[in-house]
């Protein structure tokens, strides 16, 4: 079955230190993968996306994600956290085009920040 | 370049009381639509998406309807609400073909009392 986990409901990390989102994913054909970041009472905008090429991709916010094939994994990091990057984050993973697009989505994971 | 909107942005409505949320993109033609449910610690739930006028297909059993007037119109309704219904609906669309980049509304917040 496709799936995608995030194992992290919840967390938190201080400000200018170094973030790592998980996200594991259960797909039968080749990924398309995406980050999508949610503020409160706010729809969800698209952070970066993978679809093929370079496994390491750059996205808006300065956030990247690496895709590890071996490990069905497409993490999402940040060298620096500010405190506005506060907010829920989901992983998604889709094919290509019609029903098959259809993206699943990660339960999220919502990320503190402290002063 | 496109947009989308849904309104109303915050609903509260009695229990077995009608529902339409609405959704309308500008700036493109033929999109995918969709309909996504967040419930609190459970992620986005697809309901219905539609890739064409009238054409509509529902993911899971429930108390809602989707209909598609128009090609960049989308409509969430339900006859008779149940508590269960409350929630934070998404409205988005991606282009009809390729790969399904979603672009969000900003959401319809239900409550049902």
């Known amino acids: 079955a496709q799936s995608v986990t995030q194992p992290d409901i919840h967390i938190t990390v201080s400000e200018g230190a170094s973030l790592e989102l998980r996200c594991n994913y259960s797909?039968?054909?080749?990924?398309?993968l995406f980050w999508y970041v949610q503020s409160p009472g706010q729809g969800l905008q698209l952070l970066l996306k993978?679809?093929?090429?370079?496994?390491l991709v750059q996205g808006i916010k300065g956030f990247e994600a690496e895709f590890k094939r071996s490990q069905s994994s497409f993490n999402l990091r940040k060298p620096s956290v500010h405190w506005s990057d506060a907010a829920e984050y989901f992983c998604?993973?889709?094919?290509?085009?019609?029903?098959?697009?259809?993206?699943?989505f990660g339960k999220g994971t919502k990320l503190s920040v402290k002063p | 370049s496109q947009t989308i909107h849904q309104w109303p942005a915050t609903l509260v409505q009695p229990v077995g009381s009608p529902l339409s949320l609405e959704c309308t993109v500008e700036?493109?033609?033929?999109?995918?639509l969709y309909w996504y449910r967040q419930a609190a610690g459970r992620g986005l739930q697809l309901l219905f998406y539609?890739?064409?006028?009238?054409?509509i297909s529902s993911e899971v059993p429930q108390n809602l309807s989707a209909s598609r007037p128009q090609d960049r119109q989308f409509i969430l309704s339900s006859k008779k609400l149940l508590l269960s219904d409350s929630g934070f609906y998404l409205c988005?669309?991606?282009?009809?073909?390729?790969?399904?980049?979603?672009?969000f509304g900003a959401g319809s917040r239900l409550t049902v009392l």
């Open positions: 988005a669309w991606s282009r009809f073909s390729g790969a399904n980049v979603l672009t």
């Open positions: 797909y039968g054909a080749t990924p398309y």
């Open positions: 993978y679809f093929s090429g370079d496994t």
């Open positions: 998604a993973v889709g094919g290509n085009g019609g029903s098959q697009g259809n993206l699943i």
């Open positions: 700036g493109t033609s033929n999109p995918n």
């Open positions: 539609s890739v064409g006028i009238g054409q």
